[in-house]
Every structure is written in structure tokens, then in C-alpha cells.
């Protein structure tokens, strides 16, 4: 095989962090070589100087055997390097076929043939399963979709080097298997894919080779082959982990949050969700599992008041709140962990203390009269960070500087301490790393036992969703299509059953 | 212009802004290099003397006979013209007739001080007898160059001061004495009792003459003596504009001081004004107008420097030509019928003077400290309207007050901006500020209360809030809108006539409604369409609205306040005639501006100033209109106004002085 | 006096309305380009200004208002891109360095003119070049086809440039760049190169509309623009950041302008309310402009600078 690309030595520093620390990393043609570590372990860091983002202050990159400096994405597009990014690089006004043809040359003299471009998309998305309408504005589409408008343009573009961050975090199974299946294709037609992952069992079904950071130093390499999830996983992390939480015995208690008929229009304004019923006990994790962009986002959106139903209700622990504000919803005794945690969870300019008393701010004893009171303030935000394992360099940096994991443990700290009676938590662990998904994991499990909230668990991971919850009802299109107990859940089922192979009736 | 301050980027602004400003200077030196180039230092030798006089007597000391003297003379302007060089050169000319072999060399238009100073350097080097440095200016130069050149004679005039040195001749003229002499018989020959004086800058021969001259008018019962220094010796068309500025101030007589005011000559011959002339006789410039030169006769003073010369000595007086030694001699134009009793008014006086029985000196204005006036003002001076009414007249007023200080910030179209320059003026202790914006009346009642020692103007405006340092003046154009509208409903063939104001308040508010009723009035059928744009900055809205007008039918239109420039133009397209108000707007349309009603907030501003002399800061509201004088009516001189239509406005103007007319405005 | 509903008059009301929209057009055409490529260029103002005194001045000298309007489209064309030098290559604030070059055109084109002219003289403007056929159409051909050709341009370039935004390379990553400038830089998009390119272009149009509008008026005066450049700016949010938007905009407000000046002319809004119907172009504009682009939102990286990997 043919030596695509080496990376000798790298080292890249920012101010007060060594994000790489004399890395090494080769990748050869046809196969596909794993990135593996926590956020924050310099992952992205090392494949943003391949493809010029950054530039490393020491160390080399040699494409196919030549050293190869690459001080912008343009050389590395013309080198036939391909990236598809955590945030996705895509502009949510222009359609997937500008996006796809931003930046390729697709004509002469500043004109764009789009429609030939178009019709390459229809061509790739047929040829490799990835449905996607080319005329369609990227903000009306879900994550899921978007992603595969990211590959679509790596194929469109035809990279013999294709970097993917984090891919699957987005994807159900069926679907990731369905990525697998195509990024193994692209391996064997020649191309080289670095896949980054903090996923193990992902790792080890897709990887060649699998290359460990830490800290931003190479841990180790392995092959796929002498690899088991345990020794990467301790390879990660740096002691040993925990991969499955222990689970008490479910003792369900009174419906604290009940949807019956739910209708709810999307962005698109076609209905989003179609009568839809659920309810949540409290002790109880009801986990709805589903491939992304099946109604998810908005039925979290119609439960948190942030979208309003065209009929059915909503109640929450009696009280019914549907086409509420979010603060009424809140008073109510919702509490809701979002999607978007940097979008719609915190405020990434406000600082850690501010983004803890955002949805209290305005009660004893946070303020008095009006006027916050910041002394109480501190006081209750350090008890905060504590409590919930928040690693932050102070209470007053902005929340924009927080990793993942943390940011989301500073939400969940923030949504837990109000006592709620019903909680919302739409992908709580994603993008997050081992150790903070495990805490993360740990106390939804404690909230559980204290038998006095009712979990609502929208995870478009479904070993997640089979890990934690109770029951798992199944999401396709709007509507819930099936519903199972967790203990006789067949991951096969459930999967036929999130492509809308319903076979079940319920 | 304001210098705005702003942090960060505007200061980078601010130094582009500096360069910019560096490039248009750059620009106009570029522009007057030629000017400079033209008239360059010439040196002529004067023509061989041929005289067959006698020849002086020599007188020997232990030198030899003497040798024929060899003169030089470095004078700033040319050889003929007609005035302050002119007369150096006929004296020596005179010189030279009677000193034959006499070697004269001249360098004349140097008005570069630079230039002169090596032409005198030059001719000093090359041995010449006797060093003529005809001009006040050369002093400086002089000093330097006599004390390097200890054997040749110099002269330098005009001036008193030979700077201690032995080798240095001074020589004045005393032309405080012919002036007070032309100024009785300029007293005696106006009709309107107004006299207009042009000067250069306010020194040396220039000042004594107008000095002189004020003095003689005022003396013999002249009303207004309206002294302009241009600040120039050598701007020709400043002087000339200055002489236009007092005809349209209605001065009859002239007169002026200096090598520039050739062209002001000029403009008393095109208006039938008096002149009288001063240096050299300027009988040839306006040969019926001229009344009489004050002539300067420098060979007296040569006469007697070269006879110091003859004894050795080569210099260390000081000399001057006066009526009694003859060096001033009043020349009359014998093409001028003057009145036999003004003839023997000036003949006594000439002769009161010699005998020292007149004090030319005498009769100055109360001497008043020269006043500082700051003028805030919302559009550009130049607008040919609200804003330059003003600045007009203040200009007025420093003409009339020597010394007066003027300060002027114009644009300050945001009140913020004017009320901070309004305080920083107070700030400065001027003795007058003037708000001229009816905007600016909040902003300086609480000013002025600050600052109870400084005298406040505001217009137009008629309330003084009650302040004894606010006076308040407005301008009744009512008064000429009603003469106008009177003059608009005759001319339309239409019978539709569109009036563009900018917000129905104060003076425009008056104009509009004085001139819709005259125009009613006068027709009954004509429709006055009225629109108030709703603002006094907005040219482009002023201009559609004009188009408005015309596409309703209007054949006459009117406008006030700055925003109209452009709607004169859209007169000016659509043949249409235009009125104007508050300056005079021929400019803007040579073909069809009828008449402009033309503000002079002189009259108030005088008023203001005596109070102010009189010790009070304040509290009057004054008015301009038609029977003061503070508004006229300036008819455009290349439109051909019917005479019937003339006659009616003549008597419409009189009906309303008189106050049988009622404009029907409040 | 001809009837209010008389072809004349209404022909002479619009076309009044179509000369009042035509320097906003140009100008917030201009703008649009800008803010869709993520810059926010307060400096419109400033930039009309001098390109109304320098196409003023220049047809005063050479007394060809063509020469006069192509020394405008110079002058916006430097002023565009020393505003890109300074919003992009420096990072400067843009809702202050914007002030900055609206503060430097107020008083430069100010101090020029008092320098170089003085006294306001009339110069000569564009002449109507009536179209031949078209123009002899009762009422509409006077109304539409009988204009300046500088007006037929201003229309023209509506259509050209909603082509550029939408249907060229260019247009798309100046798109692409005011909304996810990561991204276009990601894909090889040089975003320095878009935006420098997008606020000249809005520079040049805006000197176009303040020569357009001091030669059509044949006159210059201090602040001749009156601000226009702030209303244009305003045109281009309420416009929803399109050519037709801001088209449609320019179009209500000058037509608004020209009604309101007619019906004050004819009486029909008395003096008494003059002052308050000054208003009515603005408050028309804003309420149909919301209306119709209630649904569209800004450019997400309007006004803020561009830094690789920050």
C-alpha cells in the first residue's frame, strides 16, 4: 500500500496548552486509521494542521512521500485532502448544491452550472445510499443529513484523503453501519480515511489501524485486531473505566409528564410530529430512539415551549403547558438539557456563574429587589461546579471556553438544581467524552433512584438509549412507532423498527 | 469645518483628513504659482535725462567733484500704477531731469519681500550711490542689508525709523493731510451720507490716509464712513469686490488707498460713484468721476537726501512730504465740475491744515475697544442664503470697526454641535456671540444664563427669555414676500404660483405667507400653492418639490431657506421664474431670477454693538425690514423688469414702509 | 390647474418618485453587496458625499456630467476600498469605523467645497434620453421610458445584481462568506479576497448614487445627501438584503416622497400637518418592508470580522 500521508513530529502549542506534543501519524492508501481520545486530546488539533487550518510550529507533513507544507484549506483541497468537520462546514442559507459547489470548480468565468451538479449529487447519493435533496437549504435539514451532505461533497470532489471528525455521533446504528459500509467502499477503491472517534466498539469495527492520543501525545498504536474496548478505553482515559452504569431495579411511580395527540409543524412547515402519545413515570427513563431528524428536535422543543403544538396537549406533572413560554414550562417543573447545548444551553459569553443562574437568576437568593446579589451568586455556583465535577479555570471565564462534557455538565448541574419533576435530556452525551459521558450517565441514573422525576431520554445513540432506559419507544417520522421494554429489547428490532420497518404493531 | 474626535479608526480618519487638507493647500499654491511668476521683478534703466535745466551746483569737500550719482529704486508694484510705485518713479524721473547723467535703475513689482531683498542686496553690491527702498514691508531687509553696506546711501520709505543707522534715509508722507481734505469735500459731495473706503491692511501711509479721510467726512456731517482694509496690497479683484460690497451698501462716494484699488476705481466709474484718489492722480482710471489725487511729490524728500549726500552725509533722517513743503499736492480733474463752495471748502481746509489750525487726527469714532463677534450658524456660509446673510453682515460690521474680530462656525446643522460651539465662544470671553438659527434657542437660554457677562444674539427670533444678555432680532420678509408675491401674480401667465418652504416656523413661515398674500392681493384668480418639505437641509426633496410645482402649473416660484438651491435649478430647467429671499440668488439662475429680497442684519447688528458700547448686554429684540433699510430688494440687473411692474412694487414697498400696506403676516 | 389625476401630473409625481429612489437604490444595492458578504458599512453616507462633490465638481470643470459621474464611481471606488482595509484587513469595529468614513465625507466633501467652489454654482445635468418607440406609449412611456440614462442604469442593475448574488460563483461566496465564513474558508474560499471585493462594489455604487444625485440636481450643498446613506442602509435590513428587496423599498419611499410633496402642493394635506406628513415616506417604507421580510433574518456573520481558526 501506498504511502498517503506522514506526519512527523508535530507539535503545536497555544497559549498556556501543548495541543500536540511531537505527534506522529501516517496513513497509507486503502485503509482506514483511527484518531482515538477524549476531547481536548488533540485530535482535531492534528488533522485542522493537515488540512491548513493551523499551522504547526514544529514537525513536518509529507504527502506521498514529499515534504508538503499546507498553509491553507485550498492546498489541501488541491492535494486532495477532504475534511468533514465536528461543526459541520456548511452555510445554512445556500442549498446543498452551492454548498456542494462552494469552492470546486464547476465552470468557467464565474458562472455555475448547477444543475450538472445537481444531478452529480442525485448520482452519488443513489449510487452510495446517502438520500439527501440537492435542492434543499441546508438549515431545513437535520444533523444527520447534513453530514451526508459533507460526504457527498468529499465524493463529489473525488479526495484521495478523507479526515472525518466524529462522524457517527449524529447517526443510528443502521446508519453508521451504512457510513461504515460506504467509507469502507471508499478505502477500497484506494482513498485514505482518518476517522476520528471516541466511540470504541465503532473504532473497532471500522479501524485498520487505531492511533491513541492523550493530552496530546501519542499513547500508543494498535491494529484493530489486538484491540478490545477495555485496554483502548484505558488507553484514553488513562486509568481504568467503567463502560456499562449499574442500574437499580425500576420502581415507576405516578405519569409526571404526559403528550397525548401531539401535532407539531417543522421548520419546513410540514408536520413534523403526528399524533403523538407518551408518557413518563417518575423513576422512570423513557428513552425515544430514532434516526435524526425524525421528529426529535421538535417534539423536545414542543415539551421545553420553544415550539407551539397545532393541537394535542402537553402536561406536565398536571399541569398542562402546552403552547406555554418556556417559563411557565419551567415553573411547571420541566427542566430540559437541549440538542444544541452551544446554541440553545448556555450562553457562551456569559460566564460559567452567570450561565448557572440563568433560569433562577431572577429568585431568592439569587437577587433581591431586582438586583442580583453576588455574593450568593458565587457561593451557590462553586457549590455547583463541585457538586457536578465542572472543570473550569474559574467560575468567572466565559462558558465558551468549557470543553463539551464540561459545558454539558455545567447545564445538567443547572437544569438538576431547580428539583424539577420532569427532565428532558436530547442527546446528552454527544460529542462528549468517555469520562464526562459516564458522569453524565451516572446521574441520570441517580436522578432515576430518587424516584421523583420522570426522565424523558431523546438520544439518537442507541446504546445509550439501551443502557439507560426503562422503556424505548421508537421514533419514525412523527410518529412513535413502537414501544419496548428495555430488558426484552432486541437491538435488531428496534433498529428495523427506527428505518420505519414496522413489524410490530403496537 | 468641525474636527470631530473619535477613538480608534476616526483618528486615523483625522490624519487622512490632515494630509487631504495639506493636498488642497498644495493645490492653491500650485494654482497662484503663475501669479507669482507673472509680474516678474523687471529691471529697467530710466529713460537718459535730457533736460537742458541747469545743473545743480556741486558742492566739493575734501571729495571729488561729484561724480554723476548713480539711484536705485526696488519698489513692490509696477512702474504705472497710478499709484503708491508710480510715485517713487516720477520723483526720481524729476531727479533726474535735474541732475543729468543721473544713473537710474528700477526694480518694480516686488511685492515678494524676498525678491526685493536681493534686488537691494544687488544694487548695493554693485556700488550704486543711493539705495531707494520703497516700501514699508523692505524694513526688515533693509536693517540687515545697510548695516552689511556701511558705504551706500539707503532710503526706505514709507516709514519714520532710520533703525540708528548712519547710512539709512527715512521718508514718509504725511497723508492724513490730503485725506482729511478729500474727506471734507467727500462730506459735502454725497447724497446717500454713505462713504466707502477701501484699504489694504491697516498700516503705515495706507492708515493715516484713511485716517485722515474718516476723519475730514465725519468732521463735515458725512453719516456713515464704511472703511474696508482687504488685507492685500496686490489683490485687485478683492479691492474691487470690496468697492462692490459699499455701492450695494449704498455708498456714492469712494475712495481707497493702495496699488490694488485700480479696480475699484473701476467699479465707481460702472456705478456713477465719486472717487477720490490718493498717491497719484487717478484722474485717467474714471475721467468723470474722479473728483481730485492726492499727489505725492517724493522729490522733495530725494532733493534733500541728495543734498545730504553732497555733504557727506549718508543719512540718519528722517523726512516727510506734507501740504506745506509741497511733497502733498491736491490735484483736481479738470473734467469734473466740482461746486465752487466745495472747491473753497477744500482750499480752507488745505490752508487750516498748513497753519495748523485743523488736527486731521481730530474726530475719530469714539475710540471703541475692537470687538470679538463669534457667529454659530446651521448651513454653509456661502449659502446663498440663511447662513450667509449673516456672515455678510458681520463682515459689515468688521468693515465698519476695524480690529473686530470675527470668529465663524458654520454647518452646525445638529443642534448638539452648535450649542457646544455657542459655549465654547462664551467660554472665550467674545463680546458677542450670535445664535443664528431659530433651532439654537433652547440650548442658548440655558447658555446664556451661565454666562451672564457675555452679550448673546439670537435670530431670527423675537423673545429674549427675558435675559439681559440675550437680544433677540428676526426679519420682517413678510414685508419683501409681499412685494414679491405682489410682483409673482403679475408675471404668471398661469395664474399658478408654487412657494417650497422647509417647516412652517419663524422667518420662513413670514416670507411665505407675506408673499401668498401679496400675490392674492394683487389677482384674485391666482392659487398660491404652498409646500412645506419638512425640512431646511433636504436639496433633493426641494428640488421634487419644485417639479411638483411645475407639474401643477406653476409658471412663478418662490423658495426659503438653504435646502432651495436645487429648486432654483429646477426653475431654471423648466423655464420658470424664481424669487428669491434671504441673499441674492441671481447665481443660481442669471435668466430667471426676477429679484431677490436681500437680508442686512448689519442694521441690527449695529444696534446691538451701540447697546453693547452703552453698557447693555442685552434684552431688545430687533428687526430688520423694508423702512430700516435691513431688507431690500435686489432686482436681477439681467432681467428685463417692466417698468409699469417696477412702478407698482415701488409703491407697494412704499405702502408698507408708510404702513398703509398690511402684509396680513404674523 | 391641471387635475391631480390628469396624465401629466401623474407622470410627473412618479417620475419625481422614481428621481428621489434612484441615489437610495444605487446606494443600497451597493450596501447590499457589503452585508451579504458580512460587513456592515456605515460609511455609505460619507462615501455619497464625496462622490456627489466629486462628480459635482467635476462637471463643473469640464462641464460633461459623464466625466463628473465616472470621477463619482472613482471615488466610491477608493473610499470602498479603504473601507475594506479597514473593516476587513484591520478588523475594526464596524459600526464605529463606519461613523469614522460618514464623519470624514461630511466634512471633507464640506472643506472641498468651500475650498474649490465657494459660492453653489448650477452645473449642467444628464439629459433624458427618451427611448425611441417606447416612449411615445401614452403615460407609461413618459413614465418609464423617458428618464436619464444614469436612472435606466439604476434599474438595470437591479436584475444584474440579483444575477451576481444568486446565480455566480462570486455571488455564492459572498453568500457563503457572510453566513458561515469558516466554512467558505474551509472549502477554499478566501474570505478577505470576497468581502474586499463586496464593499468595493458597495463603495462604487454609493459614489455612483451621491454623483447621480448632486449632478441630477444639478448643485451641490453642504450634506447634500441628507443623510440618504443611513436611509439606504436602513433599506437594505428592511429589504431583506435583496436587490428587489431594496428596490421595492427605494421605489416606496421616493414614491411616497413624490405623493406627499403633490398632495401638500395642491393643499389636499393642509400646512398645519405639513411637518408631520414629512414622515409619512419613512413610517410607509418601514411598515411594507417589515411586512413583506418579516421572515427573513441578516446575514449571521453581519458585522463580525473574520479570523482563521478564532
Known sequence: MTQLLEMRGIVKRFPGVVANDRVDFDLRAGEVHTLLGENGAGKSTLMNILYGLYQPDEGDVLIEGSPTPITSPIEAINHGIGMVHQHFMLVPTLTVTENVAMGAVTSKRGRMNLRVVADRIRELSESHGLAVDPDAYIWQLSVGERQRVEIIRALYRDVKLLVLDEPTAVLTPGEVDHLFKILRQMAEAGRGLVFISHKLHEVLALSDRITVLRHGRVMGEVTAQEATRETLASMMVGRPVRLAPDKPPLEPGRARLTIRNLNVMGDRGLPALEDLNLSVREGEILGIAGVSGNGQRELAESIAGLRKPTSGEVEVDGTDITGSKPSVVRDAGLAYVPEERQRDGAIGAFSVSENLILVNHNQAPMSRKGFLRNGEIRQRSRQLVDEFSVVTPGLDVPASNLSGGNLQKLILARELSGSPSVLVASQPTRGVDIGAAEYIHDRLIEQRGSKSVAILLISEDLDEVLGLADRIAVIYEGRIVGEVDAEHADRQKIGLMMAGVSDTGD | ?666 | MADIFSGVVIVATLSSGIRLAVPLLLASLGEAFGQRSGVLNLGVDGIMLLGAFGGYYTTLKTQSPWVGLAVGLAIGLFLGLLSSVVSVSLLAEQGISGIGVYLFGLGMSDLLFQRLVGTPLPVPSFQKAPIPLLSDIPVVGDLIFNHSIPIYLAFLAIPVCTYIINRTRFGMNIRAVGENPEAADSQGISVTRVRYAAVTIGGVLAGAAGAVLAIGLGIFQQNLTNAQGFIAIALVYFGAWRPIGVMAGSLVYGMVSAVVLLLKTRGIIPLGASDLAAMIPAVITVLALVVAARRFRAPTALTKPFIRGG
Open chain 2, 1 to 666: 469645518m468641525h474636527i470631530y474626535r473619535k477613538p480608534g479608526f476616526a483618528r486615523l480618519l483625522a490624519v487622512l483628513a490632515v494630509l487631504a487638507l495639506v493636498a488642497t493647500a498644495c493645490g492653491e499654491d500650485a494654482e497662484e504659482t503663475p501669479t507669482t511668476a507673472a509680474p516678474a521683478p523687471e529691471t529697467t534703466a530710466a529713460p537718459e535725462a535730457t533736460t537742458d535745466e541747469e545743473m545743480p551746483e556741486e558742492e566739493m569737500e575734501e571729495e571729488m567733484p561729484m561724480e554723476p550719482l548713480r539711484i536705485a529704486v526696488v519698489a513692490p508694484s509696477a512702474s504705472n500704477d497710478l499709484a503708491f510705485t508710480q510715485s517713487i518713479v516720477d520723483a526720481v524721473n524729476v531727479i533726474a531731469a535735474e541732475h543729468p547723467g543721473t544713473d537710474v535703475a528700477i526694480t518694480d513689482g516686488t511685492f515678494i519681500v524676498e525678491d526685493a531683498a536681493a534686488a537691494i542686496r544687488g544694487y548695493a553690491e554693485e556700488g550704486y550711490d543711493l539705495v531707494i527702498a520703497h516700501g514699508s514691508q523692505y524694513g526688515g531687509s533693509l536693517q540687515e542689508i545697510a548695516a552689511d553696506y556701511p558705504d551706500i546711501a539707503f532710503a526706505w520709505g514709507t516709514a519714520a525709523d532710520t533703525f540708528g543707522l548712519p547710512n539709512v534715509s527715512a521718508y514718509t508722507a504725511a497723508s492724513d493731510e490730503g485725506g482729511y481734505v478729500m474727506g471734507v469735500m467727500a462730506a459735502a459731495l454725497t447724497d446717500s451720507s454713505v462713504i466707502g473706503v477701501v484699504g489694504p491692511i491697516e498700516v503705515g501711509d495706507a492708515k493715516l490716509y484713511v485716517d485722515g479721510f474718516h476723519n475730514g467726512a465725519i468732521a463735515n456731517g458725512a453719516g456713515t464712513v464704511n472703511i474696508n482694509y482687504i488685507g492685500s496690497f496686490s489683490d485687485v479683484a478683492l479691492a474691487s469686490e470690496a468697492a462692490q460690497a459699499h455701492i450695494a451698501s449704498g455708498a456714492d462716494v469712494l475712495t481707497g488707498s493702495a496699488q490694488m484699488v485700480v479696480g475699484a476705481v473701476g467699479v465707481a466709474q460702472g456705478a456713477g460713484a465719486l472717487w477720490f484718489g490718493t498717491q497719484a492722480n487717478q484722474t485717467a482710471l474714471a475721467p468723470d468721476l474722479v473728483v481730485a489725487s492726492q499727489v505725492y511729490k517724493w522729490e522733495v524728500v530725494l532733493r534733500e537726501i541728495i543734498s545730504d549726500l553732497a555733504s557727506g552725509q549718508m543719512g540718519g533722517e528722517a523726512y516727510e512730504i506734507d501740504l506745506a513743503n509741497g511733497g502733498l499736492v491736491i490735484e483736481y480733474n479738470d473734467g469734473f465740475d466740482l461746486p465752487a463752495d466745495v472747491r473753497a471748502a477744500a482750499d480752507n481746509t488745505v490752508a487750516g491744515i498748513i497753519a495748523g489750525s485743523i488736527n486731521t487726527m481730530e474726530a475719530m469714532m469714539t475710540p471703541m475697544e475692537p470687538l470679538r463677534i463669534a457667529v454659530v450658524a446651521p448651513s454653509a456660509s456661502n449659502d446663498l442664503a440663511f447662513t450667509q446673510s449673516i456672515v455678510d453682515a458681520v463682515n459689515v460690521i468688521v468693515a465698519e470697526h476695524p480690529g473686530t474680530e470675527v470668529a465663524i462656525t458654520d454647518g452646525t446643522f445638529i443642534v448638539e454641535d452648535a450649542a457646544a460651539a455657542i459655549r465654547g465662544y462664551a467660554e472665550e470671553g467674545y463680546d458677542l456671540v450670535i445664535a443664528h438659527g431659530s433651532q439654537y434657542g433652547g440650548s442658548l437660554q440655558e447658555i446664556a444664563a451661565d454666562y451672564p457677562d457675555i452679550a448673546f444674539a439670537w435670530g431670527t427670533a423675537a423673545d429674549t427669555f427675558g435675559l439681559p444678555n440675550v437680544s433677540a432680532y428676526t426679519a420682517a420678509s413678510d414685508e419683501g414676500g409681499y412685494v414679491m408675491g405682489v410682483a409673482a401674480a403679475l408675471m404668471s401667465q398661469s395664474g399658478v404660483i408654487g412657494v417650497v418652504g422647509p417647516i412652517e416656523v419663524g422667518d420662513a413661515k413670514l416670507y411665505v405667507d407675506g408673499f401668498h398674500n401679496g400675490a392674492v392681493a394683487t389677482r384674485g384668480d391666482v392659487t398660491v400653492n404652498i409646500n412645506y418639505i419638512g425640512s431646511f437641509s433636504d436639496v433633493a426633496l426641494a428640488s421634487e418639490a419644485a417639479q411638483a410645482h411645475v407639474a401643477s402649473g406653476a409658471d412663478v416660484l418662490t423658495g426659503s431657506a438653504q435646502m432651495v438651491v436645487g429648486a432654483v435649478g429646477v426653475a431654471q430647467a423648466n423655464g420658470v421664474f424664481w424669487f428669491g429671499t434671504q441673499a441674492n440668488q441671481t447665481a443660481l439662475a442669471p435668466d430667471l431670477v426676477v429679484a431677490s429680497q436681500v437680508y442686512k442684519w448689519e442694521v441690527v447688528l449695529r444696534q446691538i454693538i451701540a447697546d453693547i458700547s452703552a453698557g447693555s448686554l442685552g434684552g431688545n429684540a430687533y428687526e430688520i425690514n423694508l423702512g430700516n433699510g435691513g431688507l431690500v430688494l435686489e432686482p436681477n440687473p439681467a432681467f428685463d423688469i417692466p417698468a409699469a411692474m417696477m412702478e407698482q412694487m415701488g409703491t407697494v414697498i412704499q405702502g408698507i414702509v408708510e404702513g398703509t400696506i398690511d402684509t396680513g403676516a404674523n
